[in-house]
Structures are given as C-alpha cells and as structure tokens.
C-alpha cells in the first residue's frame, strides 16, 4: 500500500501483520479524497485531521500529504499503534496515540476540522463514537466526517450529525456527515 498523492505520494507504508486491519482499498482512498476536494472543497492547508480506528493511517496520511497541519492518529491495539509509528516517523505533524475511541476523554487538541472514522466492520460503532466525539470536544460545528462500513451496515447517525453524501463500493460503504451545532439541533 501507498499513499496516492501530494508531497509523500509514492511513500509505501507497513501493514500490520494479522486481522487487527482492514485498510481502505487505494480506489476507495482516491474517491474519498475526490470527494473531500471536489463536491466539499476542503483545502487541507487550513484542515486538521483526525484519524480514528487508524489501521496503517492511510487516511490521515494522505491529508497530511495534500497539506494538513497536523493529524492526530487513534488506535487500541499495541502492535497497529507500532506499525503506525512506524509508518509517521520523520513526520513531525503526526501524533499517535493509543486509546480505545469509545472512551476518549475530554480533548486537550483544538477541534479537527476532518475525522475519519473507519471501526471494525459490522460493530455498530459509528453512533458511539460520533456521540464520543462531539461531547469530549473533538469536533466543531461543522466538521466534517468520513466514516467506512461494511456492505451489511446501514449508516446510522445520531441526531447531532447529518450524513451529506454517501456512496456503496464493493467492498463497503462510504458516508460524509456533517457535525451540527446546538442551533441545529433544536
């Protein structure tokens, strides 16, 4: 696997040995940053990543490699957080750290602009971890998400997000949701 474009596109990275990840196919990676540049226009200058269930990092590595600040990456398990750092040495705009997403406490970062959530296939865990995110401070009105689920899921959200745009694949399904506001939500 590699990273498909910007500054380190060529750059191949780790992959942890075992089931413990299920990293997003190179076609599916490119789409979503279509996605992100063309119909939302992010300009990942001014965009801070978050990447969740980080797996080899893939996803925050490619927006740190189109011009994102900073990234942080999330993982439970010791031996993808080794991979991860692996993959991220000498680069000084990633943070790895190893924490299990569903209990993440109160953020000590600024918001994040973008937050790729990519759980363990059939676990349900995208409303959970919306919720976890928007009540430790880990997202800003208006952040945007990018979530992947296997093919036997339905995105489902809570109500403090909408989904924005979503598009089946092969393999899985991809959703965009947008974080709302306490204005939104009444």
């Not at 075992?18 to 992100?36: K, Y």
Request: glycine fraction near 8%; charged fraction near 20%.
């Amino acid at each position: 696997m590699q990273i498909l474009g910007g500054k380190f596109k060529g750059k191949k990275l780790a992959c942890p040995l075992g089931s413990h990840t299920r990293p997003t196919l190179g076609h599916i990676r490119q789409a979503i940053f279509n996605v992100l540049e063309n119909r939302f226009k992010i300009n990942f200058f001014e965009t801070s990543v978050l990447d969740l269930y980080a797996g080899t990092g893939a996803l925050g590595f490619e927006a740190l490699s189109r011009g994102s600040p900073n990234a942080v990456f999330i993982d439970q398990a010791s031996e993808v957080v080794a991979v991860l750092k692996q993959n991220l040495k000498n680069v000084p705009e990633a943070l790895v750290l190893q924490k299990d997403i569903i209990s993440l406490k109160k953020n000590t970062f600024s918001p994040f602009d973008l937050v790729f959530m990519d759980p363990p296939y059939d676990t349900n865990l995208i409303s959970k971890t919306v919720d976890v995110l928007q009540q430790g401070g880990w997202v800003h009105p208006n952040s945007l998400g990018v979530v992947e689920i296997g093919l036997k899921e339905d995105l489902v959200v809570p109500n403090n997000c909408q989904i924005v745009h979503q598009k089946q694949y092969s393999s899985c399904h991809i959703g965009f949701i947008r974080f709302l506001s306490k204005e939104e939500l009444l």
